[in-house]
T-cell receptor, first 115, second 111 residues
Framework: GAGVSQSPRYKVAKRGQDVALRCDPI?????LFWYQQALGQGPEFLTYFQNEAQLDKSGLPSDRFFAERPEGSVSTLKIQRTQQEDSAVYLC?????????????FGPGTRLTVL | QKEVEQNSGPLSVPEGAIASLNCTYS??????FFWYRQYSGKSPELIMF????GDKEDGRFTAQLNKASQYVSLLIRDSQPSDSATYLC???????????FGSGTRLSIRP
């Protein structure tokens, strides 16, 4: 498959647990984005990587959220001490260039439910 | 005021008619604009992007941009039941990285 993949597709966590969400971008794509989508809303930007550099993390809602892309390909979004308000679909997208003017290809998302 | 505003709908259009979806944005510095389609339970897929004032056509889809009025629209001609989905309007952020999405308009094509 040549698309963006994400794992797990579904995650249920108890409040206070830590979770890690994985994104495999399209091979060779420079840019990688994380978005959070609540039910009935559009995706909300979380953070952006260009290769291994995290260039924008202005959308991360709190210091409980942390993202990394150490080798410039696979990325992990980690949420510590999960809260009920963290329940959402977490979408990863990648694009071939470092600007917002080019198509972002989205993965299937990880649906996180915090009980 | 949200950065990208859309009517949530639902917008109901008969099969074969033209569906018109509208969007306004607040940041006059926005340079690029996108329309994504999202089926229920699926991820967004890009159907159109536009950078310049005027119209851009691709098959049954036409995107229209008016920067002076800060207005973007999407027209879908010969609407099909398979067009029933949520349509997300988005703009390129000033940081040349992130995309800012609206909340989406639900479109329903009735046979």
């Amino acid at each position: 498959g040549a698309g963006v993949s994400q794992s797990p597709r579904y995650k249920v966590a108890k409040r206070g647990q830590d979770v890690a969400l994985r994104c495999d971008p399209i091979s060779g794509h420079v840019s990688l984005f994380w978005y959070q989508q609540a039910l009935g809303q559009g995706p909300e930007f979380l953070t952006y990587f260009q290769n291994e550099a995290q260039l924008d993390k202005s959308g991360l809602p709190s210091d409980r959220f942390f993202a990394e892309r150490p080798e410039g390909s696979v990325s992990t979004l980690k949420i510590q001490r999960t809260q009920q308000e963290d329940s959402a679909v977490y979408l990863c997208a990648s694009s071939a260039t470092g600007t917002s003017g080019f198509e972002q290809f989205f993965g299937p998302g990880t649906r996180l439910t915090v009980l | 005021q949200k950065e990208v505003e859309q009517n949530s709908g639902p917008l109901s259009v008969p099969e074969g008619a033209i569906a018109s979806l509208n969007c306004t944005y607040s940041d006059r510095g926005s340079q690029s604009f996108f329309w994504y389609r999202q089926y229920s339970g699926k991820s967004p897929e890009l159907i159109m992007f536009i950078y310049s004032n005027g119209d851009k056509e691709d098959g049954r889809f036409t995107a229209q941009l008016n920067k002076a009025s800060q207005y973007v629209s999407l027209l879908i001609r010969d609407s099909q039941p398979s067009d029933s989905a949520t349509y997300l309007c988005a703009r390129g952020g000033s940081s040349a990285s992130k995309i800012i999405f609206g909340s989406g308009t639900r479109l329903s094509i009735r046979p």
